[in-house]
C-alpha cells in the first residue's frame, strides 16, 4: 500500500518551503499530506510556555497554522498533522517509515539547520528506510517547468543504482519531466585491471564504450515500465560528485542513491551525497539502495 508524502516542519523558512514542496508533489501523485513536528520539552523556555502543555500548544498551533496555508492553496488534498514529543531523530525516522518518501528543509552550501542542526540530519538521512528529500527555503516552485530535469545518478551494476533510479522515473512521470540519467568514471589504476575486466573492456571496444553500455544496462528496465519519459544519457569522467554538480543548474530535483557507512562516532553518508547535499541548486532526494 502506497503511504502519504511526509513532511517534517519546525517553523523555519526551510522546513516551511520543504512542507509547500511535498504538498505540490502529494497533488502531482494524488497521495495524501502527512505533517510532523517533533519536539522535546525545554524546561528552560520563557516563562509564558514554561509548561509542558504550554509547550504542546505552541507547537500545534504553529504547525495548524503551516498547514491551513497549504489546505488554502490546495483545496483537494488530504492533510493529517501529527505532533509528537520525543528526540528528532528518533521520530522522523519514523515517520518515514509509513511515507513513500520523507520531506525535511535545508539550508544549503553549509550545515543542514533547523531540526537537523549538526548531525541529527545525517542521522535520519542514514538511518531513514525510505527516501528523503531535501528542500531549501529558497526553492522555486517555477523550477518545476519543462526544460528543467530529474537528474539522478547511476553507478555500478543495474541493481546498484536500481531505487534511485525507480524515484528518478517515477517523479519525472508525475512532472512530465525528462530524466538525465549520468555515470561518473575514472581512470583505475594500473593495479586494479585483471583479465577478466581486461576483456570486458575490450569487448566495449574501450573505457568510455564500457560506461555508456552500463549505463544503458541500467536504465533498460526503467525505459521499458515508464516510455513516456524522455531519457538523456550522460556518461562524463570526473568524480561523480562534480559531474552531478554540474547539471545541477536546470535540475527540478537531484535524485543520489547512498548506503550509509557505519563508524565509532555514528552513521555517515556516503560523500557524494554529502557534496550533492551541501551544494547542489535545487532539491536533492537521498534515497538508500536496497
Known amino acids: 500500500m502506497t503511504g502519504p508524502i511526509t513532511a517534517g516542519v519546525d517553523g523555519t523558512d526551510e522546513s516551511l518551503a520543504a512542507l509547500a514542496w511535498a504538498a505540490r508533489e502529494a497533488v502531482r501523485r494524488d497521495l495524501a499530506l502527512r505533517v510532523v513536528h517533533a519536539w522535546e520539552f525545554q524546561s528552560a523556555a520563557p516563562a509564558d510556555v514554561a509548561d509542558r502543555d504550554a509547550q504542546d500548544r505552541w507547537a500545534r498551533e504553529a504547525v495548524e497554522e503551516a498547514v491551513a ?38 539550508r544549503g552550501h553549509g550545515a543542514i539547520v533547523g531540526f537537523l542542526l549538526g548531525s541529527v540530519g545525517q542521522q535520519v538521512i542514514a538511518e531513514a528506510a525510505r527516501p528523503v528529500v531535501l528542500v531549501r527555503a529558497a526553492d522555486k516552485p517555477s523550477t518545476e517547468v519543462a526544460g ?37 568514471w575514472t581512470l583505475p589504476p594500473v593495479f586494479s585491471y585483471s583479465p577478466a575486466s581486461l576483456k570486458l573492456l575490450d569487448d566495449a571496444g574501450g573505457l568510455e564504450p564500457h560506461e555508456r553500455q552500463a549505463l544503458a544496462a541500467a536504465l533498460e528496465p526503467w525505459r521499458e515500465r515508464f516510455p513516456d519519459v524522455p531519457v538523456v544519457e550522460h556518461v562524463e569522467i570526473g568524480s561523480a560528485g562534480q559531474v552531478l554538480l554540474s547539471v545541477s543548474g536546470r535540475a527540478q530535483l537531484m535524485v543520489v542513491g547512498r548506503r550509509a557507512h557505519r563508524t565509532a562516532v555514528g552513521a555517515r553518508i556516503g560523500s557524494v551525497a554529502h557534496g550533492v547535499l551541501h551544494h547542489a541548486d535545487c532539491p536533492v532526494a537521498v534515497v538508500p539502495q536496497e
Open 69 to 106: 496555508t497549504v489546505a488554502e492553496q490546495h483545496p483537494g488534498l488530504t492533510v493529517t498533522t501529527d505532533v509528537l514529543q520525543g528526540p528528532a531523530v528518533e521520530t522522523l525516522v519514523a515517520a518515514a517509515a509509513d511515507a513513500e518518501f520523507l520531506v525535511l528543509g535545508s
Open 148 to 184: 528543467h530535469e530529474i537528474v539522478v545518478g547511476q553507478h555500478g551494476a543495474p541493481e546498484d543504482s536500481a531505487p534511485a533510479l525507480r524515484f528518478a522515473f517515477e517523479t519525472a512521470a508525475a512532472r512530465g519531466a525528462t530524466v538525465r540519467a549520468v555515470r561518473a
